[in-house]
């Protein structure tokens, strides 16, 4: 209480005042300043709080680099594999408050018949189902402290097929894909979103995989 701020200018106000009333026999008055400055005292008492101990709590905050979950439609015979591909990030004190949670942004999608040095080879919406795989490339900026996760969902002619969940480091643009092989039997119109733990969808793309007879020439459908 004696360290509050207004307690000094207050009491030197008062003193002013009481001695002012006293000279001009004012002492209704001065006995009216005394009093209420007594009960600003009694209710600054009464509000004084307990003095709680702060407990220091230490955030771990794990960094890895791993591919969590693969999920699949038991009626389907397609192969689903997927893998992702870190950019090395400087490491940072662990001991660091996390900051609130910022979403996650995706930066590139793309189909594309192949990787190679983490970059798509030949990116297109539309492929012969003679390929031996398909690949979904998606670059996401993930400016939180720990690692988060995004979906993969694929989706055949607008019914759910498969989903892959895909860890995501730390980076401005943490490249990652998942892949569908076996196409000779799944032509037709496929998509696949991205979304993020919560469930929002972050960004989709289409592509088609039409029918090739055996020397590559399209089938007239």
């Not at 101990?53 to 979950?69: A, F, G, R, S, Y």
């Not at 490339?137 to 969902?153: D, G, M, R, Y």
Request: aromatic residues 12%.
């Amino acid at each position: 209480m004696i360290n509050d701020p207004t307690i000094i200018p207050l009491t030197i106000v008062l003193l002013v005042l009481v001695t002012i009333a006293v000279f001009q026999n004012l002492y209704k008055i001065a006995g009216f300043l005394v009093f209420t400055y007594c009960l600003y005292f009694f209710i600054l008492w009464i509000r004084i709080e307990p003095i709680v101990e702060k407990t220091k709590v230490n955030i771990e905050v794990l960094q890895q680099n791993q591919i969590i979950n693969s999920k699949m439609n038991s009626s389907s015979d397609m192969d689903v594999i997927f893998h992702a591909d870190s950019i090395k990030q400087s490491a940072e004190d662990t001991s660091r408050v996390i900051r609130a949670f910022r979403p996650l942004i995706v930066n590139e999608i793309f189909m594309s018949e192949s990787i190679v040095n983490r970059t798509p080879i030949k990116p297109n919406t539309e492929f012969p189902d003679s390929l031996e795989s398909i690949y979904c490339f998606t670059t996401i900026e993930n400016l939180n402290a720990s690692p988060q996760v995004i979906t993969h969902k694929w989706w055949y002619e607008n019914q759910y097929f498969s989903e892959i969940d895909i860890e995501v480091g730390r980076s401005y643009n943490w490249r990652c894909w998942s892949k569908i092989s076996n196409l000779s039997d799944w032509p037709g119109l496929w998509k696949v979103f991205v979304s993020d733990t919560a469930g929002s969808q972050l960004d989709s793309i289409s592509f088609v995989v039409k029918k090739v007879d055996s020397v590559g020439l399209r089938r007239v459908q």
